[in-house]
C-alpha cells in the first residue's frame, strides 16, 4: 500500500530544501503531499496546500495579513491555518506521517501542526533551533514529536545539509512504512496509570496486578508533562479506565512548581468522558523546586528532601493543601463516570510516611478535609491507615478497580 | 549490503523494551549490535557488549563501582565507557547508525555516547525525558541527534510504547538503510561561514560569490552551539577554509548571555588544524539577554535593542570590549595556517549603524586598539571603511579570500 508524507515548510526560505526532501522522499516510493506555510514569495514548484489557503483557514488572506504587517500576528495566523488543514487532512486519511523543516519561525509553525495529530503519527520536526537552551516543552508539547537538531543552517543544500535531510528523509519513511503494519492495538482492557518515583512500589503493584488480570497497563510520570499526555489520551479515547494513583502536577502547578502541570485541565479528561477514574492523592503534598541554595528562607524553613544537586521537593503548607483539596474536590464533582477517592493514612509519597522527613500528618488532614468539604457526597472516598506504596492500600484500591472495570 | 544499528539501553530496567526493539530492527533486515549500560542485574539475553565491558572502558569494573555505591560517580562511569565503546565500534566500522531508549540516566548515557559520532551518522534516542523544562543542549550538544519523546513511562510494553518503539525503529532502519546510499559528498570545496540574524545580507552576499566560484558553504548560526558545531566539523576535516564573520558567541560568552558558546573553544579549530580562516568581528559587541523587563538598571541604561519579548541586545561596555578584543588576539596567534583580519569601520550588526540604536564607534574602537595590542604583528588587520553588511566590505574581503584559497 502506498504511503504518503505530509511535507510543511515555509517554500518562501526553504525551497530549496523542501524540493530535495521532496526527491529524497518519492526516491523511497512515498507520496509526498506538500503544504507552503511561508508568508513571503509563493512556492516556486506547484504546492498541494498553498500559502494563502494556509493563512486563510487561520482567519485571514495572505494580502491582509501581508498588509497588516504584524509579524507576530502573522506568524499566529499560518500556525492556526496549519493546524487545521493538517488535522483536516489527517481525518480525510490524505497522509500516514508528517516531516517539517524549519528555523524559528517554521519550527513554531510544523510542530503545532503535528501537535494536532494522534500519538503514534510519526512526525519528525528537522530544526535548526533544537539545541543549546531551547526547551522541548513549546515544541512537543504532549506528543511524539521527534526532533532533529539540523547543526548547520538551512541556507540551501550543502554536503552538510543534504546529508541531515537525506536522514531525515530516511526517517520518516521508515516510519510510516513501518507504523501502522500489524499494530495488534492493546492486548488487553487498556487503562492508564499515573505514577512518579515517590510512589514506584504501588503504582508498580497495581500495574502487576492488573497485568495478570488481563489489563495492559500505559504508565505516565507526572513530570508536568505527562499527567497532561494522559488526559490527552483519555479524550483520544484511548483508555477503559484511570487508576490515577499520583497527583503530584496538581500540587506543584498550584504553587507554580518545576514540575507542575503544562495545562490546568488535569484529572478532568476521564470525568469528562465518563471512564472510571480511581484516585490517590500520591505526592500532591509537595512541589519540586531548583538546587537547595536557590530556596528562598521560606522554602528552606519548610520540610523538605534534596532530591539531587538541581531539584528540591518542598512540602506544601496547610493553606495551600486546603486549596489542593477543594480544587480536586471541584474537579471530581464534574465527573459523568464512576469516581472513587482512596487516602492513604500513612502517606501520600515515599519522604512523606512517620519518621521521613516530610512527614506531616496535619497537612494531610487539612488536603482531605478542604477535599471531603468540597467533595459531592455522592463520590465515594475510603481513608485507609497504610502507606501509598504499601500493599495495604493498593491491593483494596486495585480489588475495587478491578471489580468496576469487569462490571462495565 | 548489511546494515546494522548499535543499540544502547540499560537492559536492567529496559530489557523488554531493548528485545522489542530489536525484533523490529531485524523484521527490517537490519542487523543490531548490542550494548548493555546497566549498573543492576545483567541483560537477561546475550549482549554483544556486557555492563562489565561498558563499566571497564569507563575506569572501573562494576563490581568496584557497585562496591563503592556512589550513584552520580556511577553513572559518570557508565556514560564514560559507552562514549569510548561506541567510538571504538564506529571506528571499526561495526555499525552505521545507533538508537538508544532511556529514561533520565539512560537518556544521559545514549546521548553522551551519540555525541561522539559524527555528523551526519544516523543517531536516535527514544527518550521519557524529552519533553517539558529540559533543554536541548546537554542531549544533542552540537550533534545532530533526533530525540523521539516517548511520551509514557519505558515501564514495559503496552500499545502506547510498541507504537512508539516500532516508529523508533522504523526511523532508525529508514536513516541507516538511506544514509551513506550515493552521499555524493561536497560539489565544490567546502568552506564554513560564520552568521546571524544581524549580518544576514553581508553573510549571504559572500556566499553567493564562493558559490559562484564553486566553493561549497555550509553556513553556521552563532547562537551559542552552531559556533562550537562550527568547531568541531573543522576538527573532523571537513573544510578546506572559513570565513568567520561573525563571532558573537565570543563577546556573549566572555559577558555570561544567553547566547555565549557552549564552550571555550570557539575560534580555535581552524588556527589549530591550519586551514586559512578569514575573520571579522561581527555582532562581536552586544550580548543577548531576557526580556527587556527581567534586566537588570545598569543593563537598561546601556544601548539596546529590543528583539522581540524574550530577548534584548544589549551593547557590551568599553571595558568588556577591551578583555574581548584581547581574548581574539590570543586565539589568532596560536593559529598555524593563513589568518587575516578584517574591521569594518561602520559597524559590526544591523543595529551597530550610525543613527542606529547600537552605534559606538569608541566601543568599536576600545575593541580594535585591544585587539591589535594583543595580535601578533605577523597576522595582518585591515580596517575597512564600510559596514559589516556593505558590499564595500563583504567583496574585497571575499575576494582576498578567494585568492589564498585558490592558492593553497
Not at 543534504?162 to 482492557?189: E, H, Y
Not at 508536568?224 to 497527583?247: C, P, Q, S, W, Y
Not at 541554595?293 to 486546603?322: C, D, F, G
Amino acid at each position: 500500500m502506498n504511503r504518503t508524507v505530509l511535507l510543511i515548510a515555509t517554500f518562501d526560505t526553504k525551497e530549496q530544501e523542501a524540493v530535495f526532501l521532496i526527491k529524497c522522499l518519492q526516491a523511497r516510493g512515498v507520496e509526498v503531499l506538500t503544504m507552503d506555510a511561508g508568508i513571503l514569495s509563493p512556492s516556486g514548484i506547484s504546492v498541494d496546500v498553498d500559502q494563502d489557503q494556509v493563512a486563510r483557514h487561520g482567519g485571514n488572506s495572505l494580502k491582509d495579513l501581508l498588509a497588516a504587517g504584524d509579524k507576530s500576528a502573522c506568524l499566529f495566523n499560518m500556525i492556526r491555518g496549519a493546524e487545521i488543514l493538517t488535522a483536516e487532512l489527517y481525518e480525510q486519511g490524505r497522509f500516514h506521517g508528517v516531516i517539517s523543516i524549519g528555523g524559528g519561525q517554521g519550527t513554531d509553525i510544523g510542530c503545532a501542526a503535528m501537535r494536532c495529530l494522534p500519538t503514534g503519527v510519526p512526525k519528525l520536526m528537522v530544526s535548526t533551533v533544537a539545541s543549546g537552551r531551547a526547551t522541548f516543552g513549546p515544541f512537543v508539547g504532549t506528543k511524539d514529536i521527534t526532533m532533529m537538531h539540523s547543526v548547520a543552517d538551512m541556507q540551501g543544500l550543502n554536503f552538510l545539509t543534504r546529508r541531515i535531510l537525506k536522514n531525515a528523509a530516511g526517517a520518516i519513511c521508515g516510519m510510516v512504512q513501518s507504523a501502522g503494519t500489524a499494530d495488534p492495538g492493546p492486548q488487553g482492557i487498556p487503562v492508564a496509570l499515573s505514577m512518579l518515583g515517590t510512589t514506584t512500589p504501588g503504582a508498580l503493584r497495581a500495574k502487576t496486578i492488573l497485568e495478570d488480570s488481563g489489563f495492559e497497563v500505559v504508565a505516565y510520570h507526572q513530570n508536568g508533562t505527562g499527567g497532561i499526555a494522559m488526559e490527552d489520551m483519555i479524550r483520544g479515547a484511548d483508555f477503559k479506565g484511570v487508576l490515577d494513583l499520583n497527583l503530584h502536577e496538581i500540587g506543584d502547578r498550584y504553587v507554580g512548581g518545576l514540575h507542575g502541570a503544562i495545562r490546568g485541565d488535569r484529572l478532568e479528561a476521564a470525568g469528562d468522558t465518563g471512564i472510571p477514574q480511581f484516585i490517590a492523592p500520591g505526592s500532591i503534598n509537595y512541589m519540586v523546586l531548583g538546587p537547595l541554595e536557590s530556596l528562598s528562607p521560606e522554602m528552606r524553613a519548610r520540610k523538605l528532601i534534596v532530591h539531587n544537586s538541581y531539584l528540591t521537593l518542598v512540602r506544601l503548607n496547610h493553606e495551600e493543601l486546603s486549596g489542593v483539596g477543594k480544587l480536586v474536590a471541584e474537579k471530581l464533582n464534574r465527573a459523568k463516570g464512576v469516581t472513587r477517592v482512596f487516602i492513604p493514612l500513612q502517606g501520600y509519597s515515599f519522604p512523606d510516611r512517620h519518621s521521613l522527613p516530610h512527614w506531616d500528618p496535619e497537612g494531610n488532614r487539612v488536603f482531605v478535609d478542604a477535599l471531603k468539604a468540597g467533595l459531592n457526597p455522592e463520590i465515594p472516598l475510603v481513608e485507609l491507615d497504610a502507606h501509598i506504596n504499601d500493599p495495604e492500600f493498593i491491593d483494596p484500591v486495585v480489588e475495587e478497580f478491578l471489580s468496576v472495570m469487569n462490571a462495565t
